[in-house]
């Protein structure tokens, strides 16, 4: 129907006035071209904000992970220093040497539970216990008795002879230990035992049998 119309227009129209009132198509395909490759590039300033954007993320994740380790800490820490207590009050002791035995007792009595605390929630991991991770758990925590008995052995050391009361003492000596151990400690679990993989990243490991 309209193009019937215009034909009809286009009989008692001039020549020159037809054609103006055509629309230019190959005008509007260029311009339309133009628009599509006119693109602002990217500056230096826009890639500065990506990467601080980028780098504030990191440090956001690795602050509130760090904030949900020491969570699991704490908890790990109340159980560690209840079996100490425990073990002081039922055979008391001012043996460096036996306190060091009462501090490996107290710190493994957590380690499983802090084990699954850190793994699915601390570090976000979803996927099924290894054997590369147990094998590592195991690792990191001898070592992590193993330097925090080191601890105990120099705190008690330097304690003793200003504290007389052997569970003053063996408590004291056990808070230089947790506060020293706790950096450690969680290097070992980010940067050793839970490396490399995370809930975004899945990979395909060889599971627990």
């Excluded at 601080?52 to 800490?73: A, E, I, K, N, P």
């Excluded at 490996?104 to 380690?111: F, T």
């Excluded at 099924?128 to 758990?137: A, C, G, I």
Aim: charged share 15%.
């Amino acid at each position: 129907m309209v193009s019937r119309v215009r034909g009809r227009l286009g009989q008692f129209l001039p020549a020159s006035l037809r054609f103006s009132c055509l629309p230019n198509r190959e005008e509007s395909s260029l311009s339309l071209l133009e628009t599509k490759g006119t693109q602002i590039p990217e500056g230096p300033s826009d890639r500065t904000q990506h990467t601080d954007v980028h780098r504030f993320h990191v440090w956001s994740s690795t602050f509130w992970q760090f904030f949900r380790y020491c969570l699991v800490g704490g908890a790990n820490t109340l159980s560690d220093v209840l079996t100490l207590n425990i073990l002081l009050w039922c055979i008391p002791t001012n043996s460096v040497l036996v306190l060091m035995l009462y501090n490996s007792v107290a710190y493994s009595s957590g380690a499983v539970t802090s084990f699954f605390l850190n793994k699915y929630w601390t570090f976000g991991h979803r996927q099924k216990t290894t054997r590369r991770e147990v094998v590592r758990f195991l690792i990191t925590l001898f070592l992590e008795v193993l330097y925090s008995n080191g601890l105990i052995w120099l705190a008690g050391k330097a304690l003793q002879p200003f504290i007389t009361n052997v569970t003053l003492w063996g408590n004291a000596s056990k808070l230089v230990a947790i506060v020293a151990g706790a950096i450690i400690s969680y290097a070992f679990m980010r940067f050793w035992t839970f490396a490399g993989r995370s809930q975004d990243r899945p990979k395909q490991q060889e599971t627990l049998q």
